[in-house]
């Protein structure tokens, strides 16, 4: 039986999730919570190998990359996430199998299918989707951080990525205004992610 919690956070690049799981990662700490952190991809042999692709994604075939997304998060629910969730840890994962639905999706794969390819997954508690428009992301990737865009972040293959984050409708995803405040954002995540804490100390 699963006694942790699984929480994802997802969203096109730049709507400040990264961020946003580490503010909520410090403030379930301070409150005396045992907490994993950790993203996708993952430094592991697979992810290591999509990360390489970054620069330029033409190198493999789009089936070929969906296959390594998916390698790498079966090694990941393996070896940490299943483990962790036994354990009764919370996880706090950046990105997870709704990334590939809505980033491979855009490059033509059904959304559905790549969800269903994934139910070797744990289905996440909740799934935090950060929404805030394209040109708002890349602005902040661009002028906020110093970055270029890579490969995955042009603005045409965002806008599709952001139509199908819209489109999806599971019962453990809630929408998250990220356009405000770093603080304004930080509050609507603790109101969403509360009432799982209180169930999980509740059944503790
Ligand atoms: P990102 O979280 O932006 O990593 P980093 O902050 O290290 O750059 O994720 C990297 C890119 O990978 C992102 O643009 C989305 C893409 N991606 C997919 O296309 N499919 C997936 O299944 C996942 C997990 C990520």
């Not at 699984?6 to 709507?15: P, R, Y």
């Not at 789009?62 to 393996?78: S, T």
């Not at 603005?155 to 990525?161: F, G, I, N, T």
Request: with cysteine.
């Amino acid at each position: 039986m699963n006694k942790g919690l699984l929480i994802v956070f997802e969203g096109i690049d730049g709507t400040g999730k990264s961020t946003q799981m580490s503010l909520l990662a410090s403030s379930l700490k301070k409150n005396g919570l045992a907490v994993i952190e950790t993203r996708e991809p993952t430094n592991g042999q697979f992810g290591q190998q999509i990360r390489a692709l970054y620069a330029n994604r033409n190198g493999i075939s789009r089936e070929e990359e969906l296959e390594l997304f998916i390698a790498d998060r079966q090694e990941h629910v393996h070896d940490l996430l299943i483990p962790g969730l036994q354990e009764g840890k919370i996880i706090l994962c950046d990105r997870y199998f709704l990334s590939t639905a809505a980033y491979q999706g855009a490059v033509g794969f059904s959304p559905a299918e790549i969800i269903e390819r994934n139910s070797f997954a744990p289905s996440p508690d909740l799934a935090l989707l950060f929404c805030a428009p394209p040109k708002l992301g890349i602005e902040r990737i661009t002028t906020g951080r110093g970055d270029s865009l890579n490969d995955f972040e042009q603005e045409a293959s965002l806008q599709k990525v952001a139509a199908i984050f819209d489109n999806l409708e599971l019962p453990y995803i809630q929408r998250i205004d990220a356009s405000g405040s770093i603080d304004a954002v930080h509050q609507a995540v603790l109101q969403a992610v509360t009432p799982l804490l209180r169930n999980m100390i509740q059944n503790a």
